[in-house]
Every structure is written in structure tokens, then in C-alpha cells.
């Protein structure tokens, strides 16, 4: 089990510094426990207008040198904020390990909502649209960016898994035993690193993630026996979030978002999928009310999305799943110059395919 990263929630820009410093103390008492860490991130409380957005701007590219190696959740706001996204965009172009969110509250954050996100897009490259998410309903604690909002008081970490091959093995073995209990002990190990440490532990996001051949979109198949998105996908979406909360969420105490995530192109049977164009927009939509994310690192035609009203339709739609879900939804969608069909170089997430709406 490797741990995906290690997520320091912090409480305002100016602990930054500090925060790297305790950041490097909290992971090296990880590993010295016998746990990989795959990177290590910092979450920055939402920011309230645009004079904070351009401070926090200035404060990364200051502690570059602090701050070397760490992904930063910096530019976090609600639709209703006022900021300048050709601001946003300099600023994200200026720090590329920078991530932004925006939180679509409810139906009064809509309108806004949508005129910011088309500026984006249409001001900005597919590096940036990967490290972007537009938020539904609510902040949630999670080390997951790029929809992770620091939203605590005082200092805390979380974590989040790549397990999906261990999740895969303990599916195929009839038996969640092992897989059980090697989360009790991971997070048994993470409360004895924060007493270590002094750094308030808040838990572990569960969600089921991909990274490429670890992939999510196997477990999912195995489970419907047949490909996605034929009929049994959503099914089998359904019994992988049932053994999530049922039989894992018990084993630790737990944070975020706790359900499976579909990134496309994050996961080798997804990004086939997509190239051999079975998997549309529609399907990922659909998905959204059964996984925390069915519209994640999607690419779909800039000719399609900033025309007409599809861009205001695919946010209305997912407002309208987290009303009805009640529980915080997120979307990346990767806006691309090309037809559905087509591939595109999305640099350390490889070669992607452009998706039919």
C-alpha cells in the first residue's frame, strides 16, 4: 500500500514556511514506519478577494526555494468572490505547482460560477486545467487537490491511498481481511506520527483512486464483467462505495470524500477506454451520482464546451446531482483545441483522447 500524499492543512499563507518545515518532519516519521510516500502537499484556506489571491501569489514565489518538491493547494474560492482570473492565470502559470478551486455553493453561485469558469478556459492551457476543479456543494477536509480546501483551525494532516491493486487482490481472494487490517495499522502508525510530531492528525480519505495500471476502471469490471461503460458499470461503481463505507471506513478514522474516483486519465483501462472512444461526457455525468468525480480529467473539444450552453449545462447538471446526492461532487474537465478522436500530449499524464460530449 503506497501512500499517495501526505496533505498538511494549514491555516493561513503565513504558515507556510513552518508548514514545509513540520511537512518534511511528518513524512520522514511515516516512513521510518515502512510506508512509501509518493508526494507531499500543502492546502491553503479559501481565499476571500483578489488583493489575497495576489499576496498568496507572492508569498509561494518567495519560499520557492522552501517550498521545492511540494504541491500547493493555494487559489481556492467561491464562485461569488470577487478575483481576476487573468490574475488566477499568471499566477497558477507563474507557480506550476500550484493547484485552484472554485466552489459552486448552490443555485445563487451558478451564473457567476459559469462566466469565471468560461474566462478560464478560454484563457488558459490544458496544464492548467488539470490542476483545477470546480467544486459542488460544499468544502470538504481532503487531501485530494485539486479540490482540497484548508478548512481547519489549527495545523492538521491527512492522507490518501493508492491501494486500488491491493483493493483488485482482495476482491479477487473472496476476502477483505488483509486489506482491513493493513488500514487499521496504517492508521495506528499515522496517530503515533502526529504524537511524534505535534501535528494534528484528521484522517484518511478512503476514496478508491487510480494511477494508471493500478486502476480503479479494472476493479470496476472485474466486479460487472463487462467493459465500461456497458450496463453493470454503475453497479458495480455502487458495490465498490458499499464496501468503502461498510467494511474500510470502520477500520480508521476517516476524512474526505470516501468514494470511488474515475480520473480518465489517470487510469489505464479508463484512457483505453476513451481512446477506443466508448466512454463520452454523458457517461461521466452520469457516473457523478454514484462517485465522488465521474467528470475527472475528461478531455473534451474547446468548439463544443465554450458554445452555446454546454459548458452552463454539464455545471447545472452536476448541481442538480449534488442537491440530489447531498454530498460534495467535483469536476476536472481538460478544455482541448481538437475533435473527439484525436490525441493530445498531457505531459506527465501521458498521451490523452479527446471524448465525445
Given at each position: 500500500?503506497?501512500?499517495?500524499s501526505?496533505t498538511?492543512?494549514?491555516d493561513?499563507v503565513?504558515?507556510l514556511?513552518k508548514?514545509?518545515?513540520?511537512?518534511a518532519?511528518?513524512?520522514?516519521?511515516?516512513?521510518?514506519?515502512?510506508?512509501?510516500v509518493?508526494?507531499?502537499?500543502?492546502?491553503?484556506?479559501?481565499?476571500?478577494?483578489?488583493?489575497?489571491l495576489l499576496?498568496?501569489?507572492r508569498?509561494?514565489?518567495d519560499?520557492?526555494r522552501?517550498?521545492?518538491?511540494?504541491?500547493i493547494?493555494?487559489?481556492?474560492?467561491?464562485?461569488?468572490?470577487?478575483?481576476s482570473?487573468?490574475?488566477?492565470?499568471?499566477?497558477?502559470?507563474?507557480?506550476?505547482?500550484?493547484?485552484?478551486?472554485?466552489?459552486v455553493k448552490?443555485?445563487d453561485?451558478?451564473?457567476?460560477?459559469?462566466k469565471?469558469l468560461?474566462?478560464?478556459?478560454?484563457?488558459?492551457e490544458?496544464d492548467?486545467?488539470?490542476?483545477?476543479a470546480?467544486?459542488?456543494?460544499?468544502?470538504?477536509?481532503t487531501?485530494?487537490?485539486?479540490a482540497?480546501?484548508?478548512?481547519?483551525?489549527?495545523?492538521?494532516?491527512?492522507?490518501?491511498l493508492?491501494?486500488?491493486?491491493?483493493f483488485r487482490?482482495?476482491?479477487?481472494?473472496g476476502?477483505?481481511?488483509?486489506?482491513?487490517?493493513?488500514i487499521e495499522?496504517?492508521?495506528?502508525d499515522l496517530?503515533?506520527?502526529?504524537?511524534?510530531?505535534?501535528v494534528g492528525?484528521?484522517?484518511?480519505?478512503?476514496?478508491?483512486?487510480?494511477?494508471m495500471e493500478?486502476?480503479?476502471g479494472?476493479?470496476i469490471?472485474?466486479?460487472?464483467g463487462a467493459?465500461?461503460p456497458?450496463?453493470?458499470?454503475?453497479?458495480a461503481?455502487?458495490?465498490?462505495?458499499?464496501i468503502?463505507?461498510r467494511?474500510?471506513?470502520?477500520?480508521?478514522?476517516s476524512?474526505?470524500?470516501g468514494?470511488?474516483m474515475?480520473?480518465v486519465?489517470?487510469?489505464?483501462v479508463l484512457?483505453?477506454r476513451?481512446?477506443l472512444g466508448?466512454i463520452?461526457?454523458?457517461?461521466?455525468?452520469g457516473?457523478?451520482a454514484?462517485?465522488?468525480?465521474g467528470?475527472?480529467?475528461?478531455?473534451?473539444?474547446?468548439?463544443?464546451?465554450?458554445?452555446?450552453?454546454?459548458?452552463?449545462?454539464?455545471?447545472e447538471?452536476?448541481?442538480?446531482?449534488?442537491q440530489y446526492?447531498?454530498?460534495?461532487?467535483?469536476?476536472?474537465?481538460?478544455?482541448?483545441?481538437?475533435?473527439?478522436?484525436?490525441?493530445?500530449?498531457?505531459g506527465?499524464?501521458?498521451?490523452?483522447?479527446?471524448?465525445e460530449?
Amino acid at each position: 500500500m503506497i501512500i499517495r500524499s501526505v496533505t498538511l492543512h494549514v491555516d493561513s499563507v503565513d504558515s507556510l514556511s513552518k508548514g514545509a518545515r513540520v511537512l518534511a518532519d511528518l513524512s520522514k516519521a511515516i516512513a521510518r514506519k515502512g510506508y512509501s510516500v509518493w508526494s507531499r502537499r500543502i492546502s491553503l484556506p479559501p481565499i476571500e478577494d483578489n488583493r489575497e489571491l495576489l499576496e498568496i501569489c507572492r508569498a509561494i514565489a518567495d519560499l520557492r526555494r522552501e517550498l521545492e518538491g511540494l504541491y500547493i493547494s493555494a487559489f481556492n474560492f467561491r464562485a461569488s468572490t470577487e478575483i481576476s482570473i487573468p490574475d488566477l492565470v499568471k499566477c497558477m502559470k507563474g507557480i506550476n505547482t500550484s493547484f485552484s478551486s472554485m466552489l459552486v455553493k448552490g443555485e445563487d453561485d451558478l451564473e457567476e460560477g459559469y462566466k469565471k469558469l468560461s474566462d478560464f478556459y478560454r484563457s488558459s492551457e490544458v496544464d492548467l486545467h488539470t490542476r483545477f476543479a470546480t467544486i459542488y456543494g460544499t468544502w470538504i477536509l481532503t487531501p485530494y487537490f485539486p479540490a482540497s480546501a484548508s478548512i481547519v483551525s489549527e495545523t492538521a494532516f491527512t492522507v490518501a491511498l493508492r491501494y486500488a491493486r491491493d483493493f483488485r487482490d482482495s476482491l479477487s481472494k473472496g476476502s477483505l481481511k488483509m486489506l482491513g487490517e493493513a488500514i487499521e495499522n496504517l492508521n495506528r502508525d499515522l496517530e503515533e506520527s502526529s504524537g511524534e510530531t505535534g501535528v494534528g492528525y484528521k484522517g484518511i480519505d478512503l476514496s478508491l483512486s487510480p494511477w494508471m495500471e493500478e486502476s480503479v476502471g479494472a476493479v470496476i469490471e472485474d466486479l460487472s464483467g463487462a467493459e465500461i461503460p456497458l450496463p453493470g458499470t454503475i453497479a458495480a461503481i455502487r458495490k465498490v462505495n458499499k464496501i468503502i463505507s461498510r467494511d474500510l471506513v470502520r477500520r480508521a478514522r476517516s476524512t474526505g470524500f470516501g468514494e470511488v474516483m474515475l480520473p480518465v486519465e489517470e487510469d489505464n483501462v479508463l484512457k483505453e477506454r476513451a481512446r477506443l472512444g466508448k466512454i463520452s461526457l454523458k457517461d461521466l455525468i452520469g457516473y457523478a451520482a454514484f462517485c465522488v468525480a465521474g467528470v475527472d480529467m475528461a478531455v473534451i473539444p474547446r468548439s463544443r464546451v465554450l458554445s452555446g450552453k454546454t459548458l452552463y449545462n454539464i455545471m447545472e447538471d452536476l448541481l442538480q446531482i449534488y442537491q440530489y446526492k447531498q454530498r460534495p461532487i467535483g469536476m476536472r474537465i481538460i478544455v482541448a483545441d481538437s475533435l473527439p478522436g484525436m490525441a493530445i500530449n498531457l505531459g506527465r499524464f501521458g498521451v490523452a483522447s479527446i471524448i465525445e460530449i
